[in-house]
């Protein structure tokens, strides 16, 4: 039973409102029931199953993603014990990096989820780095930093593509997939990451749009003007037309469409999985760190404006609300899962959770 909050919001007979909150991640959907004073009310979990058709491809199937969605979200409310009505905002946070496309009309699915562990592109990012454009375009903005100092050209005078990032296996998806590109020239065709899909779904496909924190880990993105990049869709050969609206982290995103929950539900809150993190370690001031280790390993430092480095970092937006703009300076491995459980299969250890006890035995 859902028991009453404090001094929250109220329906108009009196009974407590509640927020949802959804967390998709590397291996599990959860979605929880939290109260005014910020207690779990009820929780509802589903295990995230990837498709694995060939070595170095990983997808997620769009149409489980989103049974899955609507099921937790109404298993979490029923346990509860509570209506749409008393749900003041739905809020869901994503693994970032992780897209499909549809078409803008029909909501057709061309591909399914092409994860953010994917490596296809791998070839397609090594070439470019390697590539005479891509080796001009960071001499001429190596030389335009030293003439006006501007951060912005230093970042790009140092950038690596990798597999990982959104632009990469875009391209190569209107490379390979005939009918990305047929509806991508005839101005058809939208790609979003898991956060714009749902929002796409919630909203009776009236909606396009994600927050700034999933956008500016795709490296479409540029966190230093804080809009899509036209030169890199230019470079990357893929139309504008396909991307996302782009709104703050915390505002008014969508209404669910009333059949699908019974009700409305409003969502207030789209957030990539390692900014939502650093906001809930409190990595909220300038220059403080969290590090999250789990399927991948990321280290974000808070900062007031974009990091341009020259050792590697990205600088990606934490969180826009309300007037408050906070970026971060991220480093990542993606392989810290998958190295654990190869360390657990030549039998170092039995269990992941016994790397806890060998790394506190050392001095």
């Known amino acids: 039973m859902a028991s009453k909050s404090g001094n929250g919001a109220t329906t108009d007979d009196g009974r407590p409102k509640y927020v949802l909150s959804v967390d998709i ?3 599990t959907m959860r979605c929880c029931v939290v109260d005014a004073d910020l207690h779990f009310v009820a929780t509802a979990t589903r295990p995230i199953d990837y498709l694995r058709p060939q070595h170095g491809y990983v997808e997620l199937d ?3 993603i989103w049974k899955q969605f609507v099921s937790i979200i109404k298993e979490a409310m029923e346990g509860a014990k509570i209506g749409t009505d008393q749900v003041s905002s739905l809020g869901i946070s994503v693994a970032r990096g992780t897209f499909t496309s549809w078409h803008k009309e029909t909501g057709e699915i061309i591909h399914p989820f092409i994860s953010w562990q994917d490596t296809r592109a791998a070839e397609l990012a090594k070439s470019w780095n390697k590539s005479a454009t891509f080796r001009t375009l960071a001499s001429a903005s190596g030389m335009v930093h030293a003439v006006t100092r501007a951060k912005k ?9 990798k597999a990982f990032h959104v632009c990469m296996r875009t391209q190569w ?21 898991i956060d714009t899909f749902l929002v796409w779904r919630l909203s009776g496909g009236k909606v396009h749009a994600t927050d700034v924190s999933n956008a500016s880990s795709t490296a479409f993105y540029d966190p230093f003007q804080m809009e899509w990049s036209s030169v890199m869709c230019r470079l990357v050969s893929v139309p504008m037309s396909v991307l996302p609206e782009v709104k703050d982290t915390g505002c008014h995103f969508c209404t669910s469409d009333e059949k699908i929950f019974g009700g409305p539900i409003e969502v207030h809150c789209l957030v990539a999985d390692q900014q939502s993190a650093a906001f809930g370690q409190l990595c909220w001031d300038n220059k403080q760190v969290k590090c999250t280790l789990g399927t991948g390993s ?6 007031t404006t974009p990091h341009a480095s020259t050792s590697g970092l990205f600088a990606v937006v934490g969180w826009r609300y309300d007037g408050d703009l906070t970026f971060l300076a991220e480093g990542v491995a993606t392989s810290t899962g998958s190295c654990v459980e190869w360390a657990r299969s030549v039998g170092w250890f039995e269990d992941a959770a016994d790397t806890s006890r060998m790394a506190q035995s050392v001095d």
């Open 153 to 161: 050209f230093l970042a790009v005078s140092v950038i690596e593509f």
């Open 62 to 64: 769009p149409e489980v």
């Open 298 to 303: 990321f280290l974000d430092i808070a900062t």
């Open 25 to 27: 991640g590397s291996t």
């Open 173 to 193: 998806v209107l490379q390979n997939i005939p009918r990305a590109k047929e509806l991508a020239d005839q101005n058809l065709l939208l790609i979003g990451t």
